[in-house]
């Protein structure tokens, strides 16, 4: 079986940068992608904050340029598979369709949105309930909408789905929220964004599709209902990672624990972007990750490729 010298897992802005290393380091580079190029990237709209793009880029142009250099190297082959458990010691991947053998890994599975956990979240999956304002908000042209967070990614979805929903209310926990200073900025300008805080979703109701949450203000106990047509939940990050529980440290969240050249508790795996536990999860900081990581598996496997 043809060994290649690095197999990434996940094709997001932490594996493309990999991959576009390992091309350029002459490495016999796989890089096996469950769904497509991209991954939660392509959940936004505009970048505004990757170095050298101007005001803005759209996600997907921004992904569209790191596949083109990366498909410069043929060296570098890139698959459509779904990685289901890998051997550690052996460095073996195995998918959903075939198995790999690899001197090194690198994973850059990304994370998912993490669900509320509350009654009628799945019931109404797809028929109101949404993780993607991107993909589902065009659905809710002039609808009342709620949003469920008070972080980066809830405000700036709430940014979008304002532009075209007759309404946005954002409902977060606590009286203040954790996105950052220009995004709220953002926000206190748009006429038809409602912050309702100190507030919970308590359960989500409807009868084909839904219609209504119940919400708890958390100051007074009261509970109310908002009539709404969509709610789009963004309460954080459940990283990617269960095929490498028991098989390499990951912290109680299921974030994978690594130094700063990326490699994990296994010799020769190593980790990078939003799967990883860390301070800053941004598109800039999973390439930084990207390109450690690949340079650190080049050095592992001069090292084994020495004796
Ligand atoms: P996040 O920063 O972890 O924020 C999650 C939000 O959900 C917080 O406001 C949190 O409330 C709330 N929350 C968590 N669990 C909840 C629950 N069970 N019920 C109700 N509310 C709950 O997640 P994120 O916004 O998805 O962002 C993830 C990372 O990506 C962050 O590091 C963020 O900076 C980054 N990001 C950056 C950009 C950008 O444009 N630069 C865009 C998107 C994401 P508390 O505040 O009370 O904890």
Known sequence: MFKYDIVIIGAGPAGLTAG???????????ILEKISLGGRVLFTEKIENFPGVGKEISSSDLIKNMEDQIRQ???????FDEVKDIDTELKKIFTLHNTYETLSIIVATGARSKKLGIKGEDEFLGRGVSYCAICDGPLY????????GGGD??????????RFCKKVNIIHRRNIL???PLLQDKLIRE????????????????????EE??????TTGNSNLLKCAGIFIYVGLQPNTEFLRGKISLDEEG???????????REGIFACGDCRRKSLYQIITACSEGAIASNSAENYINSIKKF
């Not at 042209?141 to 469920?148: G, H, L, P, S, T």
């Not at 006429?191 to 839904?210: A, F, H, T, Y």
């Open 178 to 180: 954790r996105a950052s």
């Open 191 to 210: 006429p038809n964004i409602e912050l309702i805080l100190n507030s919970r979703v308590l359960e989500i109701r409807g009868k084909d599709k839904m």
């Open 20 to 30: 576009l290393y390992a091309g350029r380091a002459g490495l016999n580079t796989l």
């Open 255 to 265: 974030f994978i624990l690594t130094d700063e050249n990326m490699l994990t508790s």
């Open 141 to 148: 042209r002039d609808k009342e909408v709620a949003i469920v």
């Open 73 to 79: 190297f043929n060296n570098v082959e890139i698959v």
């Open 213 to 218: 949450i119940l919400i708890e203000d958390l």
């Open 153 to 162: 990614s809830a405000i700036k979805e709430a940014l979008f789905l304002s």
